[in-house]
């Protein structure tokens, strides 16, 4: 996940001018309690009055009438409907409360309960808080430098909510996905989840660019190191001593929050995990504001580096993939003009405050450099690029429609079928080559290698 650096405050857990690092944060479930209906016997007054005459000398009194014997009759009548009405009365029962819909406390499996209805208050989890080290000490022990950052964080809020729906969605996958699926199933599954979380299902113009899917969901596997994910068709299925980097990110209002990490069905693979998450807290811990880039990276390489993996009877060394990086987010672009090596160099550029950094390491069995390969399938258009009139009807139809739907988040092919596109490879390619939209092809290292992926 993104994680930033700020220099407003002394980061207390409300401020994200710390580093974020998105981890687990239980969700509290309420359950709702159906209030218990107290019951009111109702009074019935008994009207049925009048009493026959009493017989002299104990003889009975044959001088009623036919009158006085049919009052009498309708007397009992009536005693008898009021006897009558008692009862029903009696057996009247109390009306029922009508029942409301109550609100889900706890997201449902799949994910698809709205993020916000789990946290009306948008109140959303920090996460871990990484403090602040030597010079910067100060932005923790400084009462005023805190309330300086807490009068600055109205965005962090997206960042929160985006964070906590990653979370939910990541927790959910790493869970369910197993050996067998095809990527396109694992793939549809998390941005499914992503869209009904965040409540924008990006199928209406400019809905997307509210909320949704920061970049598609790479699912890239074993010597594949990162920017691959299934184009329409794709029969590939996930085997038992596949290692898959699964890499996605959520957005709200641009803010986008980016997070990865690498799935294992075979425990030899083990320690190359546990490289690479050493190596990315590493890195977290290091990073902070004027910190130069090139000494996070030195220590990332150190941490990496110190392990090994045996496969197939050999021991390997993890090594470092030193031309992936780090990198600074902007809003709407995952890739701002800043990276953070994972190897030691000599970039002297400095964190600053306010900035938004992803943290991620790659660690390679095989010679740690990646090189372009495979179907292309990411694809973002470039920002501030000049408007050019392309001879291309198909070509300025689907400009249209991805300045539109998503302005300069990356997209895939399967965002474009889904949003109807027919017959688009043409004009896609035109764009690429115009350079209006920039293709990003998978990465890989050397067949028969294996790499990893952790990312904060």
């Known amino acids: 996940m993104a994680w930033h650096v700020t220099s407003t405050e002394k980061p207390q857990p409300t401020d994200l001018y710390r580093m974020y690092v ?44 036919d009158d006085e014997r049919n009052d009498e009759a309708g007397a009992g009548e009536v005693e008898n409907q009021g006897a009558s009405k008692k009862k029903k009365k009696k057996k009247r029962k109390p009306k029922k409360k009508k029942a409301t819909a109550s609100t ?59 964070a906590e729906i990653h979370r939910q969605v990541r927790q959910w996958a790493q869970k369910n996905i197993k050996p067998g699926q095809t990527l396109t199933e694992i793939a549809e599954d998390i941005e499914d989840g992503v869209r009904a979380l965040t409540g924008h299902q990006g199928l209406e ?23 691959y994910t299934p184009n329409a068709g794709n029969k590939t299925v996930l085997q038992q001593g596949d290692v898959m980097k699964v890499d996605f990110g959520v957005h709200l209002n641009g803010w986008i929050v980016d997070s990865a990490f690498t799935m294992t069905f075979d425990p030899v693979y083990d320690n190359l995990l546990a490289a690479v998450k050493d190596a990315t807290n590493t890195g977290v811990r290091e990073a902070g504001i004027d910190v130069r880039v090139c000494d996070i990276g030195v220590a990332i390489q150190e941490a990496m580096e110190s392990y090994e993996v045996e496969i197939g009877g050999k021991t390997l060394p993890v090594k470092c993939i030193r031309n992936l990086n780090g990198h600074d987010i902007v809003r709407y672009s995952i890739h701002g003009g800043k990276s953070v090596p994972i190897v030691k160099g000599g970039d002297q550029t ?48 689907l400009l249209s429609s991805i300045t539109k739907n ?15 596109h027919e017959k688009y490879l043409l ?30």
């Open 427 to 456: 004009g896609l390619n035109n764009l690429v080559s115009s350079g209006i939209v920039e293709a990003y092809p998978p990465l890989c290292d050397v067949k028969g290698s294996y790499t990893a992926q952790f990312e904060h």
């Open 205 to 227: 113009e400019g809905d997307n660019l509210k909320g949704g899917m920061g970049f598609p969901t790479g699912l890239s596997l074993n010597h594949c190191a990162a920017h």
């Open 22 to 65: 998105q981890k687990e944060v239980l969700v509290n479930s309420e359950g709702t309690k159906m209030a218990d209906l107290n019951t009111n016997p109702v009074k019935v007054l008994d009207t049925v009055g009048g009493n026959s005459p009493e017989p002299i000398d104990g003889q009975v009194n044959d001088s009623e009438s």
């Open 104 to 162: 889900p406390k706890v997201q449902s499996s799949p994910p698809r309960v709205l993020i916000s209805t789990l946290f009306p208050d948008d109140q959303y989890p920090e996460g871990e808080v990484v403090e602040y080290r030597n010079e910067n000490l100060y932005r923790t022990t400084n009462e005023e430098k805190r309330h300086l950052d807490r009068m600055n964080n109205d965005y962090l809020r997206d960042y929160r909510h985006g």
């Open 350 to 397: 400095k964190m600053e405050e306010g900035e938004t950094f992803a943290i991620e390491t790659f660690g390679s069995t095989g010679r740690g450099y990646v090189r372009d390969d495979m179907e292309i399938s990411h694809y973002a258009k470039k920002a501030d690029v000049p408007n050019i009139a392309s001879r291309i009807a198909s070509a300025r139809t």
């Open 406 to 420: 998503f302005g300069t988040l990356p997209f895939c092919r399967r965002y474009l079928d889904r949003l109807g």
